[in-house]
């Protein structure tokens, strides 16, 4: 419903320019937007510098919305006039951060959204901004006041009926962007809200069903569902699944228990009986490699060094997890089959996960086993998903499985960030706790870096930190759970039709919403929209590299963009992906997606609803 300036695409490391028509980088502090002449409300007011001020300033005022946690990033934001909008760096001089938060910006309508401020102040918060569909009462300080103000939005849907099962947006059918972008293929979008899996699952076979984002056990197993590769591991990867250690808990401060607890995870196994091969191993070193415009940042030499492999995964090596433990000093004091620390202490370790997630809740019983053959007294514990979240949050746990942030275009900058900026807690980043000042000292200097060798200086350092200290644990992709039916709709991306990469339902911003203008009923022709190619090729997608070029100094990564999955058209041949040798090694700058992504089922055209 509300569209960002800019939006980077990470699977083709391109941006799309939404709102925002062009920007130039002034200097090293000052960035300034062009906003599209064509760009309106959805009432026909246009969208205007005025409103992305006002946005900001209001959004930063009450903590909440599309600027919040930018303090450190950006400075102020100005509109030149209604066209131009001029953001100025932050405090922490972080340009990367500051071209994320300014350039991925969402405005909201000034007319509209002052007009409840005034109304409500910062209870604005509570503000369903369901003009038309409900009546909105937000209770505040001087008692419950009722909002009548329409509903004003910059996408091409509106929210058009909603209750306890479903939630429905209906196309805005003479949308400021049509001629632009076209119009999404189908007038409805409806998200259908299920209790279990199965029943979602069900839906999805009999064709009830469009377009999902649920966990499927043996995919392949059902012909009449799409998935985005036809044999595996048939998701697209999304980010890292971790196995986090509590570092406030004493007992998990010691870096060869860590150690240890790598080496001794049958990581294999985990994968495929867990998630079904549905993920290779990452890497230990934190870089998403099975993109070649990532993997530059793999120190390979180093990977070498430590794990055996250029690629960095950690070997299962239980033996060697044994001998870590036991030159350590870790032994069975009192004869009950496990160890006490070096100082005598029980250990004892429990995995928490989110009961029904199955996946995980796999995962995390195999990895508890494999721990106990080393001498570890570790349990899986699955646990209510708001108190898993809660202990999360509390630092109430000892061990547990969590994720990290989608990859962002300044990435490993940006997983970096989520896993060991001690400055971060739950749930915005460093769910472990970590705190490590060389690692806040190498991040800070990272961001800084002027040149490609001086940053992949700065990276081997943190790989190095990583390798040693093992903060936290990669256990698989955390992969993007896209499924489809054809049965009314044709067009989906999938391999063979890859015009469109973020394609989870779920995903954050408005990054899945383009799918559907690929979408068709079935019977009629079937294309890509001709804007979602690169401007080279007659379309309207901004290279990664173009954007970087603005930076003093930056030089970009010339690899090939070709997948590094292979994939397999037989179900269950277990083929396995393989990072690809990157062409070159240069520099990438840019910022961070900390969003959370939580997991929903969307549908979309739903028979009695399409026209």
């Not at 979240?389 to 509390?394: E, L, T």
């Not at 971060?424 to 806040?440: I, K, V």
């Not at 350092?461 to 936290?472: G, R, T, V």
């Amino acid at each position: 419903m509300y569209l960002p300036l800019f939006q980077y695409i990470a699977g083709l490391n391109v941006w799309v320019p939404i709102i925002g028509e062009s920007f130039e980088l002034v200097n090293e502090t000052t960035l300034t937007v062009h906003l599209r002449p064509e760009a309106k409300w959805s009432d026909g007011e246009p969208i205007t510098a005025d409103d992305v001020v006002y946005t900001f300033e209001l959004s930063r005022e009450i903590g909440s919305g599309p600027a919040a946690g930018s303090e450190p990033y950006i400075g102020d934001v100005k509109a030149i006039d209604p066209r131009t909008v001029q953001f100025t760096i932050g405090p922490e001089k972080n340009l990367p951060m500051f071209l994320l938060y300014a350039l991925q910006f969402a405005p909201a309508p000034k007319h509209i959204i002052e007009q409840v401020y005034q109304k409500v102040g910062n209870h604005i918060i509570d503000w369903r901004n369901c003009g038309g569909t409900c009546d909105d009462v937000i209770s505040t300080d001087n008692g419950d006041v009722t909002i009548n103000v329409p509903q004003v939005v910059s996408g091409p849907y509106k929210l058009y009926y909603f209750d306890e099962l479903r939630i429905v947006y209906e196309r805005i059918d003479d949308w400021w962007g049509k001629d632009i972008f076209g119009l999404p293929g189908p007038k409805y979008v409806v998200h259908r809200i299920y209790l279990s899996n199965e029943q979602a699952l069900l839906d999805l076979r009999q064709g009830n069903v469009d377009w999902s984002g649920i966990f499927i056990p043996n995919v392949g197993n059902f012909k009449e569902i799409g998935t985005f590769y036809e044999g595996e591991p048939y998701f697209r990867p999304g980010a890292f699944v971790m196995l986090y250690f509590n570092h406030k808990d004493p007992i998990l401060q010691d870096p060869n228990l860590r150690k240890a607890i790598a080496y001794a995870i049958n990581y294999q196994e985990v994968l495929t009986k867990a998630f079904y091969d549905y993920s290779p191993q990452p890497s230990m070193s934190l870089v998403f490699t099975v993109f070649p415009h990532y993997r530059t940042w793999l120190n390979t030499t180093l990977a070498q060094e430590y794990w055996g492999n250029p690629e960095g995964k950690i070997p299962y090596d239980p033996e060697r997890a044994k001998q870590i433990l036991a030159q350590a000093g870790y032994k069975d004091v009192n004869g009950d089959g496990f160890l006490e620390t070096p100082s005598g202490d029980k250990i004892q370790l429990n995995i928490i996960v989110p009961t029904g997630w199955t996946d995980w809740m796999i995962a995390a019983d195999l990895i508890a086993h494999d721990l106990q053959k080393i001498g570890l007294n570790v349990v899986a514990n699955p646990v209510d998903y708001g108190q898993w979240w809660g202990m999360i949050n509390s630092a109430g746990y000892t061990l547990a499985l969590g994720w990290t942030n989608s990859p962002s275009f300044y990435h490993p900058w940006d997983t970096y960030r989520y896993v060991l900026d001690p400055r971060l807690t739950p749930p915005t980043a460093n769910w472990g706790f970590y705190n490590n000042s060389r690692a806040l000292e190498l991040l800070v200097e990272a961001a800084k870096a002027n040149s490609s060798e001086e940053l992949m200086k700065y990276y081997t350092e943190i790989q190095k930190l990583i390798y040693e200290d093992i903060p936290a644990i990669p256990i698989a992709y955390s992969v993007q759970w896209y499924a489809y039916s054809e049965k009314y709709w044709t067009g989906w991306p999938d391999q063979d039709n890859p015009w469109w990469t973020e394609v989870a339902p779920y995903r954050e911003y408005s990054l899945p919403l383009w799918l559907l203008f690929g979408l068709s009923k079935k019977g009629e022709p079937v294309s890509p929209p001709q804007w979602a190619k690169p401007k080279d090729e007659g379309g309207i997608l901004i290279p990664n590299e173009e954007v970087l070029s603005q930076l003093s100094g930056v030089f970009v990564p010339e690899v090939n963009v070709t997948e590094t999955f292979t994939t397999s058209s037989t179900p269950g041949t277990g083929t396995q992906t393989q990072p690809q040798t990157p062409v070159s090694s240069s520099r990438f700058i840019a910022g961070i997606l900390g969003i959370v992504i939580a997991v929903i089922i969307i549908v979309i055209g739903v028979r009695k609803l399409s026209k």
